[in-house]
């Protein structure tokens, strides 16, 4: 063979031989592929190591931030440390170091801001010259220029007599009383009303019989039309004792009211306004001056002398021991009217009358909060009996309230295993604000969840 036919044959072989090609090129292309793989591991580690990071220091900071007014800057920081250290088991990070600032200004609020920082030593980024990675995190808790005004607006109906519920929420509303009087840095920081409710409110409280804006002519209709003697009996030869059954055609005779009994009588309770000022926070008498004084007497507060009158309302208050004194004086009884309790639990946050919330310093945010608790369907108002038809009156109530910029929570207390409460979902201010319970042991869990969400209304970021 010619060498040339031998050259060819050599060169097509080599041509065709392509192991020591693939192993040329795997060993060319192993290191960057390595160096990626590698980066991606080590990257991950330093994003784990951050994340938990992360999560220690928030928790460290909302710690802190309740004693950080009285603690030194050196022992903030050795708190900061221990605290830190209990919450921050990663393994991988190295030369972890902590710090926390604390400030404070009538305009701002108080301030605490953390920050962490540390480094892992790389498995795989050192062979490209990078030993270690570094990483860090920082929080930032605000409190104290965001204030609170909550109002409990509590069902004190009688069907709260059974399965231990009037106990429970006794409980767990003081207990809640202590989460957010625990919240208040200082004076002011949180107020806190009280509206037990059943088919009327008792405003015996803040009210006598002169307040001007209270109206009597109902008060008086509903006494003369029930106090009185008929000039015959039914069929049965037995005593009529309402008005409306003497002059009915049936029976066709004449009633005569007894002597209205003196004002200094009133228990203290009222029913609902006239509508649709029932559903508004119009205050009494706003009307007078464009609409005459008929229209005033409209946005006035019925009395009523109703047997099963709950405990009197507590406005806004932070005397801590008086509302939960309040609470325990509760007692269930009457039918139920969630709507006025709403109604005086937003009356409660306003600085307006009849209850005149304390005045609103203009160097703080403020948050106005309704919790309602009730255990059963609306049954009456001063206008029906209808559940459908009280239960429309509330939701409006609802309405104008968060479009007000009130915060609502509510609370089902559904012993009786019945239909979710559409009206209480819907008057929540989200899904979220919305608790149902089976149980009277569920009470104190729903107060609980809100105490907590409350308290994080303090913090800004």
């Known amino acids: 063979m010619s060498m040339f036919g031998r050259v060819r044959r050599s060169a097509t072989g080599f041509r065709r031989s392509e192991g020591g090609n693939v192993a040329v090129m795997f060993a060319i292309a192993i290191v960057p592929i390595l160096g990626f793989v590698g980066a991606a591991i080590d990257y991950a580690r330093a994003n784990s190591a951050r994340t938990a990071m992360q999560a220690a220091l928030d928790s460290t900071?909302?710690?802190?931030?309740?004693?950080?007014?009285?603690?030194?800057?050196?022992?903030?920081?050795?708190?900061?440390?221990?605290?830190?250290?209990?919450?921050?088991?990663?393994?991988?990070?190295?030369?972890?170091?902590?710090?926390?600032?604390?400030?404070?200004?009538?305009?701002?609020?108080?301030?605490?801001?953390m920050t962490a920082s540390g480094k892992l030593t790389t498995d795989f980024m050192k062979i490209a010259g990078y030993p270690t990675l570094n990483f860090g995190a920082s929080t930032t808790t605000v409190w104290g220029n965001t204030r609170l005004r909550v109002a409990l607006v509590l069902d004190n109906t009688g069907s709260m007599s059974s399965a231990g519920k009037m106990d429970a929420l006794k409980t767990a509303a003081k207990k809640l009383i202590d989460q957010l009087s625990a919240s208040a840095k200082t004076t002011g920081d949180v107020y806190v009303s009280i509206i037990p409710f059943s088919k009327d409110v008792n405003i015996s409280s803040i009210a006598t019989t002169s307040s001007p804006w209270l109206r009597w002519d109902l008060w008086e209709d509903a006494w003369q039309s029930t106090n009185g003697t008929c000039s015959k009996k039914d069929s049965n030869n037995k005593t009529i004792k309402t008005e409306a059954a003497c002059v009915a055609k049936k029976v066709g005779g004449t009633w005569t009211p007894s002597p209205l009994p003196a004002y200094s009588t009133w228990n203290g309770c009222v029913t609902d306004r006239d509508q649709n000022y029932d559903v508004q926070s119009t205050p009494p008498y706003a009307v007078m001056a464009t609409a005459g004084a008929s229209a005033s007497l409209a946005t006035q507060f019925p009395t009523e002398q109703y047997s099963s009158c709950p405990q009197a309302i507590t406005p806004l208050s932070y005397e801590?021991?008086?509302?939960?004194?309040?609470?325990?004086?509760?007692?269930?009884?009457?039918?139920?009217?969630?709507?006025?309790?709403?109604?005086?639990?937003?009356?409660?946050?306003?600085?307006?009358?009849?209850?005149?919330?304390?005045?609103?310093?203009?160097?703080?945010?403020?948050?106005?909060?309704?919790?309602?608790?009730?255990?059963?369907?609306?049954?009456?108002?001063?206008?029906?009996?209808?559940?459908?038809?009280?239960?429309?009156?509330?939701?409006?109530?609802?309405?104008?309230?968060?479009?007000?910029?009130?915060?609502?929570?509510?609370?089902?207390?559904?012993?009786?295993?019945?239909?979710?409460?559409?009206?209480?979902?819907?008057?929540?201010?989200?899904?979220?604000?919305?608790?149902?319970?089976?149980?009277?042991?569920?009470?104190?869990?729903?107060?609980?969840?809100?105490?907590?969400?409350l308290s994080k209304l303090r913090l800004a970021r």
């Not at 909302?62 to 209990?86: C, H, I, P, V």
């Open 61 to 113: 900071a909302l710690m802190l931030s309740r004693d950080a007014s009285t603690t030194s800057s050196t022992d903030l920081d050795k708190k900061a440390q221990s605290y830190f250290k209990a919450l921050y088991t990663n393994h991988d990070a190295q030369n972890v170091l902590v710090s926390a600032t604390y400030t404070s200004t009538t305009t701002a609020g108080s301030q605490l801001v």
């Open 320 to 453: 801590w021991s008086t509302l939960k004194t309040k609470i325990d004086a509760m007692q269930p009884s009457g039918n139920t009217n969630q709507g006025i309790g709403l109604a005086w639990g937003w009356l409660s946050l306003l600085q307006q009358s009849p209850l005149n919330a304390p005045a609103e310093d203009s160097n703080y945010k403020y948050s106005k909060v309704i919790i309602l608790l009730s255990d059963g369907d609306n049954t009456e108002n001063r206008f029906s009996t209808s559940t459908s038809t009280i239960d429309k009156r509330q939701k409006l109530i609802c309405d104008n309230a968060k479009a007000a910029g009130v915060i609502v929570y509510t609370i089902q207390v559904n012993t009786n295993n019945d239909n979710t409460s559409t009206v209480m979902s819907y008057c929540a201010s989200s899904s979220d604000n919305f608790f149902s319970t089976t149980s009277a042991n569920g009470i104190g869990t729903a107060f609980s969840s809100i105490g907590n969400a």
